[in-house]
């Protein structure tokens, strides 16, 4: 039995057809061949949601063919949609027949729990949006009041950098169950009925220490995304191309992934922030009793606003590189460290295969792999061999 699962956006898959190479090959070699349809949406609860709709179509094919070995061949982000499936079957304890997964260019999905720094909040991101949306939200009402100025650039540009990952984020919520957004407006609510008067600083407070969602929401988003381990070499054979326009993708995940972790000592340090705000503040009481301060408070507001602009210009960029593995990933990307990789954690087989050359050619080398008659035979060689 093989299931064949098609990634993103790619509900009508030429490759997954009845008359497609693949597909002929495979029933030519004495398997039957069925083509596994989800949403296709980018976005990682699309895909939690597939690899739930994947059990249950397993489970099928399973009791219909009892004993029968079942191979998913899955192209793209349809092999995190696998993996996922066949680690919920494997703990639903429904699984009564050998399971072996081939994905085709394949980017892994790895997450893990942001830690803490040594003198930042657990929720770093959260806390650079926080702090310097009160500053935005400031120095746009000032500006306001007073009219726009020429020197006033760097409170825009701070304000709509600000505004951008706010908006980013809130998408990603969006996406996810209504339980979670119930759970927020529920937590909000109930500090406001505590705390009538400074329930914005409290709610702040809360974001900071990661609070604000019900406990094991975070532990159990991460377990949905990140991608299972993989005990057989048997199990899970990992098929990927020289020259694929995702690996580009991957190698820029990587190399931000580590920059941000470079920068993150420095965008999370208390005591540069705490020095700074208190400076500021410091330097504006000074204007009221010190004739002629005024210009030491600019150059220290310009010293705060410029330092936020690049602490948030990094943090967008690490949400920015979130989006292209799924429109809700800037918000995982709060909570989590998240990477994409070119295999999952474990002992899955590795076919690294060298740059196409000939028909395999046309279009996206992304897509050659699945027209590839070495890759084709390579597929059918497997299921016969381990069948």
Request: aromatic share 8%; proline share 5%.
């Amino acid at each position: 039995m093989v299931t064949l699962v098609p990634g993103t956006w790619a509900g009508k898959a030429a490759w997954a057809r009845e008359d497609s190479p693949l597909h002929t090959d495979l029933t030519a070699a004495g398997c039957k061949v069925v083509l596994f349809g989800w949403s296709h949406g980018n976005s990682h609860q699309a895909r939690a949601r597939a690899a739930g709709q994947l059990v249950e179509h397993l489970k099928a094919q399973i009791k219909e063919n009892p004993g029968a070995r079942q191979w998913i061949v899955a192209h793209s982000h349809g092999g995190n949609v696998a993996l996922h499936a066949v680690r919920r079957l494997r703990e639903s304890s429904a699984l009564t027949s050998k399971v072996s997964t081939v994905t085709l260019a394949t980017p892994f999905i790895h997450a893990r729990r942001r830690r803490a720094p040594s003198s930042g909040p657990p929720a770093w991101p959260f806390f650079l949006l926080v702090i310097f949306a009160m500053a935005a939200i400031a120095g746009a009402s000032t500006l306001l009041a007073g009219g726009l100025h020429w020197r006033d650039w760097l409170e825009l540009a701070l304000g709509a950098l600000v505004a951008g990952n706010a908006l980013v984020c809130a998408a990603g919520v969006g996406m996810h169950p209504p339980s979670l957004r119930r759970s927020l407006l529920k937590s909000l609510g109930k500090r406001i009925n505590d705390y009538p008067q400074w329930w914005a600083i409290d709610a702040i407070v809360a974001v900071l220490r990661g609070k604000c969602f019900r406990p094991g929401y975070q532990s159990k988003l991460i377990a949905s995304v990140q991608s299972p381990q993989v005990n057989s070499d048997k199990d899970v054979f990992v098929i990927r191309a020289a020259g694929d326009e995702a690996s580009v993708g991957l190698a820029a995940g990587q190399f931000l992934g580590w920059l941000s972790a470079l920068l993150n000592p420095l965008l999370t340090n208390m005591w540069l922030w705490g020095v700074l705000t208190l400076a500021v503040q410091a330097s504006a009481l000074s204007t009221a009793l010190i004739p002629g301060a005024g210009r030491g408070f600019i150059v220290l507001v310009y010293l705060f606003m410029g330092t936020g602009l690049v602490a948030v210009a990094a943090l967008s960029v690490m949400l920015a590189v979130a989006l292209p593995f799924g429109w809700d990933g800037p918000f995982l990307s709060i909570l989590a460290s998240c990477s994409a990789e070119a295999a999952p954690p474990g002992r899955a087989t590795i076919l690294q295969l060298e740059p196409f050359v000939g028909a395999e050619t046309r279009g996206l080398a992304h897509c050659g792999l699945y027209r590839s008659k070495p890759v084709i035979d390579q597929i059918v060689a497997l299921s016969a061999k381990l069948s």
